[in-house]
Nanobody
Framework: QVQLVESGGGLVQAGGSLRLSCAAS????????GGWFRQAPGKEREFVAA???????TDYADSVKGRFTISRDGAKGTNLLMNSLKPEDTAVYFC????????????????????WGRGTQVTVSS
């Protein structure tokens, strides 16, 4: 099993910045990628950003490209630096880990993630 704990959420004004962290523990040796998703009230959980642990390749949703940066933190943790925040970025942010490599893996698909944290609230005021 893998345990994930998010931190760094909070309340910020539009245009501000926040840095989210995801600490991973447990059996992380086979984990191949980490990602961040978010869920606003009444909406489905949506992809934000992902990073592979071996090559460091990154991917971003169009809505955050150029404003958010995902990076590795230690062996299997991740950070999400969020700049130029907008009110529409308000959501609960979840970090996830893909525990095992699988053919056809899609890091934008939440169903390909095996473990999740409990989430951290990000609120951006206008």
């Amino acid at each position: 099993q893998v345990q994930l704990v998010e931190s760094g959420g909070g309340l910020v004004q539009a245009g501000g910045s926040l840095r989210l962290s995801c600490a991973a523990s447990g059996r992380t040796s086979t984990s191949v990628a980490g990602g961040w998703f978010r869920q606003a009230p009444g909406k489905e959980r949506e992809f934000v950003a992902a990073i592979t642990f071996s090559g460091g390749s990154t991917d971003y949703a169009d809505s955050v490209k150029g404003r958010f940066t995902i990076s590795r933190d230690g062996a299997k943790g991740t950070n999400l630096l969020m700049n130029s925040l907008k009110p529409e970025d308000t959501a609960v942010y979840f970090c996830g880990i893909v525990g095992y490599h699988a053919a056809g893996m899609d890091l934008r698909d939440r169903l390909d993630y095996d473990f999740w944290g409990r989430g951290t609230q990000v609120t951006v005021s206008s």
